[in-house]
């Protein structure tokens, strides 16, 4: 029996298990603002920072509130461990900044079910690219001496899903250049494209390293990046 999705949008009725979270979001039987309005409620009423920080700026009842005025959160906030998961539930996994202002700012995103992380970032990815259709390489120096960099994790779940293993992680033991140049001419007939993602300042040390030329229909993602490293 399909879940009836809507049950979901009663006034106090919400998802209770991951699974069920998960069918709501990503159902297509219910409107983005819908869902955006539902989870807005779902965080004003269980997350007590949000809701101290939504009260401050307007104390019109929750259910008052037109999508575009829901209080975005900034992002300074996530550098304080008082933001955490609504009711408890238990972390899965965290997401750290790279530190690039000191280590003791880096700012904190706790995930309590990254399986829906994952896909919202695949599904919204997918919605202006069609997958099929690219080799992603990804050239981030600097980036993997973090671990828990959301930025490697989102681009190692999309190199997961080519099921051609063509996508990956460019080496740092040779030139990024070489590297991309063997890729492009082993492509070479292929009717993939390439899709290049690159840390500002390591597609400049590309550039600078040399002459490269991209197939035709190629595109290069700039992921930002350039912090303390060079103007």
């Not at 600078?208 to 990046?225: A, I």
Request: net charge neutral; aromatic share 12%; glycine share 6%.
């Amino acid at each position: 029996m399909a879940l009836d999705d809507r049950r979901f949008l009663k006034p106090g009725r919400y998802p209770e298990t991951l699974e069920q979270w998960r069918t709501f979001v990503f159902s297509e039987h219910l409107s983005f603002e819908e869902k955006a309005l539902q989870i807005y409620r779902y965080q004003r009423e269980n997350q007590p920072v949000y809701q101290s920080f939504c009260r401050a700026l307007d104390p019109a009842p929750v259910d008052q509130i037109p999508l575009i005025k829901i209080p975005l959160i900034p992002i300074q906030i996530f550098r304080h461990p008082a933001l955490r998961p609504a009711a408890g539930k238990p972390v899965r996994q965290i997401f750290r900044s790279s530190g690039t202002t000191g280590a003791e700012s880096r700012s904190a995103h706790p995930i309590v079910d990254p399986e829906l992380y994952y896909e919202s970032c695949y599904r919204c990815f997918s919605l202006f690219y069609d997958p099929p259709e690219w080799i992603l390489l990804a050239w981030l120096p600097g980036y993997t001496d973090n671990p828990e960099s959301s930025l490697i994790a989102m681009i190692d779940h999309f190199v997961r899903q080519d099921q051609s293993g063509r996508s990956r992680f460019l080496p740092f033991d040779q030139p990024a250049g070489e590297s991309i140049g063997s890729i492009c001419r082993q492509t070479g007939e292929s009717d993939r494209r390439i899709m290049l993602f690159g840390a500002a300042f390591g597609l400049l040390d590309i550039i600078e390293s040399g002459p490269l030329k991209l197939p035709d229909g190629s595109l290069v993602v700039e992921t930002g990046g350039m912090k303390t490293h060079r103007r």
